[in-house]
Structure formats: C-alpha cells, structure tokens
C-alpha cells in the first residue's frame, strides 16, 4: 500500500519562495507517477505538477509554469515542489498524489493516493 507523507508547507511572502516535499512509502515497481494539487476554501482540487517516476518526464498547470518546478530523488523515494515567484493566489492546501502507470493525468479522480496536505500561505 502506497503511503504519502508531505512537508514544507508555511507562511510565505508574496514574491517569496518554498519547497515542499513528499515521502512516498510501499511503492512496488517504477511504473509510476507523482503529481500535486491544490485546494483554495471552496474551490475545487487543481492540479498543479506531475511527475513520471522512471524517466522523469514533467507536466505542469499553465498557472505556475516557469514558477514552479517538481523534481524527486529517487533512492530516497522523495519528490519536491519547488515553488518560486509566489503569489497570494497560490494560497491553497497543497496535495501529493501518485498512481502505478506513467501517464501524468491532470484529474484528481485519476490518482488513486493521496497525502494529508500541507497548508501554503502566501501573505504579507
């Protein structure tokens, strides 16, 4: 059973930069895929950016494409959200997600494991 743990969320200042991380645990083959979303109170759940576990292939949501970056380090089974550039509308709870195959969907109904969230403020 796959287990997703996140981290690094916080209060930022607009303009500002962080990095969340995301600790994937029982994974059982590398036919797999990692993405983030995130949810504003009272929207929907957006995607934001995936990744291919074996190859390293990347999607992004056209909102934060030059701002944001999603890598991973495989030995260590973590992948990061590097978010810079920040503004007060990336305020959201962010998600990590994962599913076995390679395609790096941007529906939420299409990852089957999700982590408890972190919460990213972007304020001053």
């Known amino acids: 059973q796959v287990q997703l743990v996140e981290s690094g969320g916080g209060l930022v200042q607009p303009g500002g930069s962080l990095t969340l991380s995301c600790l994937a645990s029982?994974?059982?083959?590398?036919?797999?895929?990692m993405a983030w979303f995130r949810q504003a109170p009272g929207k929907e759940r957006d995607f934001v950016a995936a990744i291919r576990w074996s190859g390293g292939n990347t999607n992004y949501a056209d909102s934060v494409k030059g701002r944001f970056s999603i890598t991973k380090q495989s030995f260590k089974n973590l992948v990061y959200l590097q978010m810079n550039s920040l503004k007060p509308e990336d305020t959201a709870v962010y998600y990590c997600?994962?599913?076995?195959?390679?395609?790096?969907?941007?529906?939420?109904?299409?990852?089957?494991?999700w982590g408890q969230g972190t919460q990213v403020t972007v304020s001053s």
């Open positions: 997600a994962a599913r076995y195959g390679s395609t790096l969907h941007d529906r939420a109904s299409r990852y089957n494991y």
């Open positions: 029982g994974r059982a083959n590398n036919d797999f895929a």
